[in-house]
């Protein structure tokens, strides 16, 4: 091709990048958020930031990040902006392990210590993962692991996520690891082989399998690995040893059927697991029913995560069904699966047994109106202190609104509630605002994006929330709220305008699915509509 057909192509199908939309920088700070409080090897030395502290945190990283994306792109005026979109992610990134590093802060004190800070001054963690992320050759891991060769080292966690061991390195590394096996209690081997052939993979995964046999460990993170069945089977050595398990990730290793088979049947125990973690996998019904024989083993179990599995209806029923036996479970996430109502409905059953819940994430299950009823009232039945309710894009139509409305109205220690991607349209959105009304203190988000929502709707939530005294973010896009009702929204929050989330996406114009005609002149009607709803009635089934 000639360089004046190749110039053509790029003008053609050149598009910016920089800068991104609101929408976008809000998710960011949102991941940055949920990364700061996630527990992990960092946590552990520095200790824990809690939500408020790492919100805070999360909108200072993101302004400081754009700001200096942005003077990088004015530099560059003619480019697409993907230079900047990459210093972007690369300065968020970077000041986010900053943060960590710094730990949690009191008012009066300052730095918060942890507990081995504070009782030691040795070093007890190793981590690696804060480098820049490259594969690792003998030398640099000859360098790289001194620390650990030193004679009477306290090392009891080692990190080496992001770091890609090959061979060489994995043969380097192995007797220093044999020589810590009876002091290491926690071990992250996430994301330590990218990009090696499989068969050098394999080959590293067994040599540090054989040299970690026989840890007592509390903690052990294999992910971001892509195992699979084999990569599974190549730790078979290390998980066979472990009976004294509290966290177990595997997130994001092509855990199959096969694989979760070979999970369930290399360890010997899981009585003391409190955390377990399967995101992102390819699990599917058979795998999920592996999984399930290890959860109804797992009477500890406090966070259970299995979202993004595949898994459908089959699947889901027993996973619900052994989830009945795990009591002190706090922490819920199934979202993205195929479940579908009667899973919705056997999941309704366990949950009625969960007194301790405070997150439960049931998004994307296909639960429909009644799925979502069954589930709304068990939750409201239990789960007394329950923070965080997820149930976006279940089809979820006003059928079901005032049955969530009942529970949510219950649930006075929420402080985030998502319903977004629903067909709750203003019926639903007044009934979730009138339970909302009474009390709620603790509430700092609710999410009713894409509802078909209009004027009526918007108003009542806007009104509601806006009263709530810490109340952060009402995000209310992708509806179909009229220019009157945006400028009476925007009215509501004129004194807090960064509470109210974008509104690009909303469609003034937009109309319901099922071919309701909107008139001109909508502006009275939905007056008379928000009249007629305000006396709705919120059912206790």
């Given amino acids: 091709m000639d360089s004046t057909a190749q110039n053509f192509q790029h003008r053609k199908m050149s598009i910016k990048l920089w800068p991104p939309s609101q929408s976008t920088r809000l998710m960011l700070v949102e991941r940055m958020t949920k990364n700061l409080t996630t527990p992990s090897i960092l946590s552990r030395k520095y200790g824990l930031l809690m939500r408020e502290e790492a919100e805070e945190y999360a909108k200072e990283i993101e302004d400081a990040a754009f700001a200096t994306a942005n003077q990088h792109y004015e530099k560059e005026p003619d480019g697409d902006g993907s230079s900047a979109v990459q210093l972007y992610a690369k300065e968020s990134s970077k000041l986010m392990l900053e943060i ?5 802060k009191t008012k009066e004190d300052g730095e918060v210590m942890t507990a081995e800070q504070t009782t030691s001054p040795l070093e007890t963690v190793f981590d690696i993962s804060g480098g820049r992320r490259a594969f690792i050759d003998a030398e640099e891991a000859e360098e790289l692991l001194k620390p650990l060769k030193e004679p009477g080292n306290s090392y009891n966690r080692i990190c080496f996520s992001n770091r890609s061991f090959g061979i060489d390195a994995a043969y380097v590394t192995e007797p220093i690891l044999s020589s810590l096996k009876d002091q290491l209690t926690e071990v992250d081997l996430s994301d330590f082989i990218a990009g090696r052939p499989e068969a050098e993979a394999l080959d590293v995964m067994n040599i ?216 709750l349209k203003d019926e639903g959105a007044i009934l979730i605002s009138k339970a909302l009304e009474e009390g709620h203190n603790q509430l700092t988000e609710v999410d009713l994006n894409t509802n078909s929502i209009r004027r009526a709707g918007a108003r009542f939530l806007a009104q509601t929330v806006a009263s709530k005294p810490g109340f952060k973010l009402l995000n209310i896009n992708g509806n179909f709220i009229s220019d009157e009702g945006i400028d009476e929204v925007k009215d509501i929050f004129k004194n807090c305008p960064d509470v109210l989330g974008p509104l690009d996406e909303n469609d003034p114009e937009g109309e319901d699915n099922d071919g309701e005609d909107e008139e001109e002149g909508a502006a009275d009607n939905e007056d008379e509509l928000e009249s007629k709803l305000k006396g709705l009635d919120i059912k206790n089934e």
């Avoid at 949950?351 to 994307?364: G, I, N, Q, R």
């Fill in 100 to 104: 960590l590093k710094r730990g949690p």
């Fill in 208 to 423: 540090f399998s054989s040299a970690l046999e026989g840890c007592v460990l509390k903690y052990l993170n294999l992910s971001n690995n892509a195992l699979g069945e084999k990569g599974v089977r190549a730790f078979g050595a290390l998980l066979k040893s472990q009976n004294n398990l509290e966290e177990l990730y595997l997130m994001n290793d092509g855990i199959s059927e096969e694989a979760a088979r070979a999970v369930c049947e290399l360890i010997p125990s899981t009585e003391k697991l409190r955390i377990l973690q399967f995101h992102n996998n390819m699990t599917g019904d058979e795998g999920a029913i592996a999984i399930s024989e290890m959860v109804k083993c797992s009477p500890a179990l406090e966070d259970f995560r299995c979202s993004s599995t595949r898994v459908d209806s089959e699947g889901g029923v027993a996973l619900a069904k052994a989830l009945g036996t795990c009591t002190r479970l706090k922490k819920l996430d199934l979202r993205d699966n195929m479940f579908g109502v009667e899973a919705g409905v056997a999941l309704s059953k366990a949950l009625s047994a969960f007194k301790d819940l405070t997150e439960v994430y049931l998004s994307y299950l296909n639960l429909e109106d009644e799925g979502a009823k069954a589930i709304a009232n068990a939750l409201k039945e239990s789960t007394p202190s329950l923070e965080v309710l997820e149930m976006a894009g279940n089809d979820i139509t006003v059928e079901a609104a005032s049955t969530l409305a009942a529970c949510i109205a219950a649930k006075q220690c929420l402080a985030k509630l998502s319903l977004a991607e629903n067909e």
